[in-house]
Each structure stands twice: as structure tokens, then as C-alpha cells.
């Protein structure tokens, strides 16, 4: 059995080590994918701000001479005058954690975003700035908003999308990041108690409590500065339609399975099934296998302790010197040994003795000399004090 555990030890170790190694070749190629798409969208947003400059300097300049701009032209990346690519419009670009949570700062973060369909913000950056409207969706992979009916930009179709006699720009809804809006909520003016219209720019989720059954999570959303509870839109709830392909809430709610304690809840057949019965991974093994593991074991054990008086030559060889060398003891220093170790130890400490004392002399020789070239003076012995001897 301990074989079994330790093959399937191995075999979980491999599966970890190869998924974590595909979980890592997965990482790399979003990481590429994401700084590809955000450089082409770099690239595509710089060369339309270019060919705006270059287009208001020559309708100032020319005036009635400026050149037409609204003919099937297309630019490098494939749009025509006044139109931006699909992908720009949606911002497909992929985010890193931190890009989505800088998105949603002002609304709680993404974890507990504090917007829902169904709230009126304004757009604060870009063509629509000022414009009031209603949140229809949120794509929370992006932390982006779609507006009703608002947000329209002329974007270029697909080269597969475009047939004879189908113009190929297209009017679509674009998106907005959530950090270009803030929320538009009533709130009564403080001074003269009506009640207006209200940028907000902060929201913080209060309140935060988990349903385990359902798995949703409810909390509500706060002004910090106000302390005022801001309530949820209140949306229509969805109407599911029958359909002839629908099964009755009678025949779901029918109890068709009552389990006994006289017989399993499952034939045998069935475990197999659903369980690999030959996995590597398996754990559970019933008992006649786990006894016929136990009686190969047992057998093998036996099997080696019949043979332990059969030994080769060499075998036998060495355990007559192991029993010479256990009969001899360790080995004892005699005190001519001693007296030969201690010889040894002094005359190496003799020699380090007069290596020290060479390297002082020398110091002081170097020394003398630095001083002799940097034409420093020496001093002069007064009397009784011996004089350094010449170099």
C-alpha cells in the first residue's frame, strides 16, 4: 500500500508541476497579447490626434482651399476620415489588476463595484463631455460602461463584413471607462433644502454581508463626505417565457428517489463509472484489494528473509572485516604519538611567529620610504634618544 500512496503522490506532483507550468505559458502569452493590443492602440490614437493637428492648420490656413477629407481614403491602420477601428470603439484591450482597480477607485473598486445598470452618470473626458445617461450594461473585464442610446462613433466593419453596396463605416455604441463618468443622483441642497441634480465623485461600499446559499454578496453604497445612503435603481424584473420544451415545476418538485438502508443508494456498475476504478489518482480501494496488496507484501517480505542466509563471496568477505574491525576497537594514541603531534604544532607555530615579525619589518621599511619621497623631513633625535639607522 505504501507504493500505491507513493505512486499517486508522484503522479499529483506531475499534474502539479505540468499545470503550473501551463498556467505560466498561459500567463506570457495574455501578458503579449495585452501590450500588442494596447501598442496598437497607442499607435492608432497618436496618428489620429497627428491628422487632427495637420487637418485644423489647413483649414485656418487655406480656408476655402483646404483639401477634402471626406472621400474613401483610409490611413495606415485601415480607417477612414472621421472613423475609428472596432476594437478602439470597445476598448478590447485586456487590463492588468491594478489598471481595472485604478478604473474603479472612485466607486468602491472592482471587487465591490458601487454603479448598476440602471444609474444616470456624465461623462467627464471626450467627444460626449457634459452628456447625461443612463448605465445599460457594465463590462466588468474592462471596467467599462454602455450608455442607452448614447456613445454613438462611426467604426470601421470587418473586411468580412463588408458586401457590394454596404458602406464600410458603420455608426455602433462605443464604451466608456468608469473612471471618465461619476455618478448623478438628487440630493437636497443643505442651504435651501430643494432637491437638485448632484455630481458625485466618491462612493464606498457599506455593509458588505455574504449569502452562502446563493453565493451573492449585498452591501450598500455611501457618500464618505455626506454620510448619504445612496439606493439602488430599482430595474423591472425579468420575465422568463414558457416554452413547450420547458419541464413543469410538478414533474421538478415529483420526489422520484427515496434512499433505504436496506440497499445501496447505487449499483456497483455505477460507482465504476462515474470513478475511474484504474485512475492513478485513486485513494479509495475496496478491501479484497487492499488484502491482496497486503499478501504481496507479506509474501515478498518473507521471500527476502528466507534468502538473507544465501550471501555471495564478497558478501561474506566484507562482514568478516566488519566484525575484525568492530573486535580491534578504535584506535588508541600512544604518547610517542602525542609527543611527535606536539613537536609538529610548535614548530608550525614558530614559523608563524617569524612570518608575523618579517612583515613588520618590511611595514616600517615601506613607510620610511613613502616618507623619504613625499620629501618629508625627518625628524631630528634629541639627546639619549637612539637615531633610526640609515636606509
Given at each position: 500500500?505504501?507504493?500505491?500512496l ?45 491628422q ?5 492648420h ?86 467599462a ?23 464600410p463605416?458603420?455608426?455602433m455604441?462605443?464604451v ?28 464606498k ?31 423591472a424584473?425579468k420575465?422568463?417565457?414558457?416554452h ?45 484489494y ?13 521471500l527476502?528473509?528466507?534468502?538473507a ?36 604544532i ?21 613607510s ?24
Amino acid at each position: 500500500m505504501d507504493k500505491l500512496l507513493r505512486r499517486v503522490r508522484m503522479a499529483e506532483g506531475q499534474v502539479g508541476r505540468r499545470n503550473k507550468k501551463r498556467s505560466l505559458i498561459k500567463h506570457i502569452v495574455h501578458k503579449n497579447d495585452r501590450k500588442r493590443a494596447m501598442k496598437g492602440l497607442r499607435a492608432e490614437a497618436g496618428s489620429q490626434l497627428k491628422q487632427a493637428i495637420v487637418a485644423r492648420h489647413e483649414d485656418w490656413e487655406l480656408g476655402p482651399l483646404a483639401p477634402r477629407r471626406d472621400v474613401s481614403k483610409v490611413d495606415e491602420f485601415g480607417n477612414y476620415w472621421g472613423s475609428i477601428s472596432a476594437q478602439h470603439a470597445m476598448l478590447e484591450a485586456p487590463l492588468k489588476p491594478e489598471e481595472k482597480e485604478a478604473r474603479a477607485a472612485w466607486c468602491g473598486g472592482s471587487q465591490y463595484l458601487c454603479l448598476a445598470p440602471g444609474d444616470r452618470v456624465v461623462v467627464l473626458e471626450g467627444a460626449y463631455k457634459g452628456k447625461i445617461g443612463v448605465i445599460e450594461t457594465i463590462k466588468k473585464d474592462i471596467m467599462a460602461l454602455e450608455l442607452v442610446n448614447d456613445l454613438r462613433v462611426n467604426a470601421v466593419l470587418p473586411e468580412f463584413m463588408v458586401t457590394d453596396g454596404v458602406s464600410p463605416v458603420n455608426v455602433m455604441s462605443s464604451v466608456i471607462p468608469i473612471s471618465s463618468v461619476r455618478l448623478v443622483h438628487p440630493l437636497p441642497d443643505p442651504k435651501t433644502g430643494k432637491v437638485r441634480d448632484v455630481i458625485i465623485r466618491e462612493l464606498k461600499p457599506v455593509r458588505i454581508t455574504h449569502d452562502r446559499p446563493t453565493r451573492k454578496v449585498h452591501f450598500s453604497r455611501l457618500v464618505p463626505g455626506l454620510n448619504a445612503k445612496i439606493p439602488w435603481p430599482k430595474n423591472a424584473p425579468k420575465v422568463h417565457e414558457d416554452h413547450d420544451a420547458d419541464t413543469l415545476r410538478i414533474d421538478v418538485e415529483e420526489r422520484t428517489f427515496v434512499p433505504t438502508l436496506l440497499r445501496p443508494p447505487m449499483p456497483e456498475a455505477v460507482i465504476d463509472e462515474l470513478r475511474n476504478r484504474y485512475s492513478i489518482f485513486r485513494t479509495r480501494h475496496t478491501p479484497e484489494y487492499i488484502a491482496q496488496k497486503e499478501a504481496e507484501e507479506a509474501e515478498k517480505k518473507a521471500l527476502k528473509a528466507k534468502n538473507a542466509g544465501l550471501l555471495t563471496p564478497i558478501q561474506e568477505f566484507n562482514r568478516q572485516q566488519r566484525a575484525l574491525r568492530r573486535e580491534r576497537g578504535q584506535p588508541v594514541l600512544t604518547e610517542e604519538m602525542l609527543q611527535k603531534i606536539g613537536e609538529v604544532i610548535a614548530k608550525n607555530k614558530q614559523r608563524q611567529q617569524a612570518a608575523a615579525g618579517l612583515n613588520a619589518d618590511v611595514n616600517e621599511v615601506v613607510s620610511r620610504v613613502e616618507k623619504i619621497q613625499l620629501n618629508e623631513t625627518p625628524s631630528i633625535p634629541k639627546d639619549g634618544e637612539s637615531q633610526p639607522p640609515p636606509l
